[in-house]
Nanobody
């Protein structure tokens, strides 16, 4: 049974930083793609950043240059470093693990609130 446990959310002032972590257990993840999504009430969950098994990354336009996704395969953990946070970054953040071809797992979500 794959489990994803998130940590690192919280309240921060605009311009501040937070680092989210997602620890995965229950399988081998060396060929997995890992991602972070966020969701605000009443809106669809949106992809924030993703890193594939080869280390290639993707960032949503809104966070490019401010957020960095990384992974530590030895620890089965991946991270989202969020800098220069803005109030519009306020959301519930979810980590996601995709093991090809069709296994998809989600963390429980962690709230990030950025005050102005």
């Amino acid at each position: 049974q794959v489990q994803l446990v998130e940590s690192g959310g919280g309240l921060v002032q605009a311009g501040g930083s937070l680092r989210l972590s997602c620890a995965a257990s229950g399988s081998s993840f060396s060929n997995a793609a890992m991602g972070w999504y966020r969701q605000v009430p009443g809106k669809q969950r949106e992809l924030v950043a993703r890193i594939n098994f080869g280390g290639s990354t993707y960032y949503a336009t809104a966070v490019k240059g401010r957020f960095t996704i990384s992974r530590d395969n030895a620890k089965n953990t991946f991270y989202l470093q969020m800098n220069s946070l803005k109030p519009e970054d306020t959301a519930a953040y979810f980590c996601n693990l995709w093991i090809p071809p069709n296994l998809d797992y989600w963390g429980q979500g962690t709230q990030v609130t950025v005050s102005s």
